[in-house]
């Protein structure tokens, strides 16, 4: 999910029973349960971060505070993981395994995977040194702490770590206390990115074309509109599914991530509203069922996509340990849950700045991929997993009247996680926090990249 604010569920939870029929708090409730329970799940286990803290920071903003007050997370050690009580009775819970993240327990759930623990460090290629860079330009340093600094009256950025990369080195960097170089982040729809890498990989290697059919098992009765979705059309955001996601318990997608534990059997289940390539509709559902082709194309199961993905990427761009979670089904859950250190995602950016490749000059991603990627469709600001400065919308054109380049492009993930790469200034900038709307600070990310390219020309 692109884990927009759940705002309604504190509204339908107050409602109670005058409204159950009609709308379920009951659910909304599980489905805040179940946000509380995964992600300070993974970022206790995974973030090694303090559970109430997440629990203030990320999730209440998340749930909305009536949620928040009836619900209370319960951390456990053996086995480790986080159970979530409401009133009365327990209501979710997520289970931890090394190398795989959390997940929640839900009915369809397959065993787990083994533990994978393992202990991948960065490449020692100059591109970081071991401690934290200050910035050498005034002007950068100033605009790194307006990024950080919340302006009174306006919504809490509560930003956790800034990276600047320019020609391919750190040169500005900034973390919050308990947020370090090796601190994993979540990357909620920053993920949807690392999903364009693994598919480009595999499009590299002759095993998919964009343009084919994406053949999904329950679209196989004749007649059946859906079957002529291509892989293209889920990455773009132009399906026609019908799997609304939206700042609501109630959305097809916030059912999907937290009552299912098929996520992409949901997702292809959803009928098809229009058909596709009408019109653009960001979510996360297109991308689960990417993730489901991508592992059936790889096989092997979640080991064998994160032998794949240590292989042919992240040791590529000499990244550390990375953490990609999975669903009951074992299904890639690549539209959201994806963690990494600040350096690694700055790391993975200088792959698309590079135009698919790798530090060594091996190609990794098809030549045109990452332009193609950054082109928007049907003129909306998104591209194929990439959010995009191309194209005549006015969100577009503001941001680079604000000073980011036409040729900017950005993995956004909501509350603030973002990848901004500008290929005209050989920049990197990266940002992860767990901000407010209505902009999740990207105001000050837009003049941390103008600030960064006048003190760097």
């Not at 098809?272 to 082709?293: C, I, Q």
Request: one cysteine or more; hydrophobic letters at 45%; glycine letters at 12%.
């Amino acid at each position: 999910m692109a884990k927009k604010a759940l705002v309604a569920i504190g509204v339908l939870v107050a409602l109670g029973a005058m409204g159950w029929a009609v709308f379920r708090p009951d659910q909304a409730l599980r489905v805040a349960a179940g946000v509380a329970a995964h992600h300070v799940c993974s970022m206790t286990f995974v973030g090694n971060q303090d559970p109430k803290r997440t629990y203030d920071e990320l999730v209440t903003p998340m749930i909305g505070d009536t949620a928040a007050r009836l619900l209370t997370p319960h951390v456990s050690l053996d086995p480790a993981g986080v159970e979530v009580s409401g009133p009365f009775r327990s209501l979710a819970r997520a289970e931890f395994v090394p190398g795989y993240g959390c997940r929640l327990v839900l009915p369809g759930n397959r065993p787990p995977p083994a533990d994978a623990t393992s202990h991948a460090v960065a490449a020692a290629d100059g591109f970081a040194p071991a401690d934290v860079v200050a910035a050498a330009q005034p002007a950068i340093a100033t605009a790194v702490d307006r990024v950080f600094q919340d302006a009174p009256g306006e919504p809490p950025k509560r930003v956790k770590a800034v990276v600047v990369v320019k020609d391919g080195r750190v040169i500005a960097e900034r973390y919050a206390p308990g947020f370090g170089v090796h601190t994993p982040l979540i990357s909620f729809s920053v993920a949807k990115s690392f999903t364009n890498a693994f598919l480009g990989i595999l499009a590299r290697k002759g095993r998919l074309r964009a343009d084919q059919p994406v053949g999904a098992l329950e679209w196989k009765a004749p007649g059946d509109a859906r079957a002529a979705i291509t892989i293209e059309d889920l990455m773009r955001m132009r399906s026609g599914l019908a799997i609304e996601e939206a700042e609501s318990a109630f959305s097809p997608v916030a059912r999907m991530e937290f009552l299912h534990a098929d996520m992409a059997g949901f997702a292809a289940a959803q009928p098809a509203k229009e058909p596709p390539g009408s019109s653009f509709e960001y979510t996360s559902g297109n991308t689960v069922l990417l993730d489901r082709l991508l592992g059936e194309k790889v096989g092997g199961g979640p080991a064998g996509l994160r032998a794949f993905a240590r292989r042919e990427l992240f040791d590529r761009l000499g990244m550390g340990e990375v953490t990609m979670e999975f669903d009951g089904q074992g299904t890639f859950v690549g539209s959201t849950y994806v963690y990494a250190s600040a350096r690694d995602y700055a790391r993975f950016g200088m792959l698309y700045l590079r135009d698919g490749i790798a530090p060594d000059g091996t190609r990794l991603l098809p030549e045109g991929w990452v332009g193609w990627s950054r082109t928007s469709t049907l003129g909306a600001p998104y591209g194929a997993g990439f959010w995009t400065n191309d194209g005549p919308s006015d969100v577009a054109r503001r941001r680079v009247e604000g000073g980011f380049p036409k040729d900017g492009f950005f993995a956004s993930g909501t509350m603030g996680q973002r990848i901004y790469i500008v290929p005209s200034e050989h920049l990197v900038v990266v940002r992860f926090g767990y901000s407010a709307p209505p902009d999740y600070g990207i105001v000050d990310d837009v003049g941390l990249i103008e600030a960064a390219i006048a003190a760097t020309r």
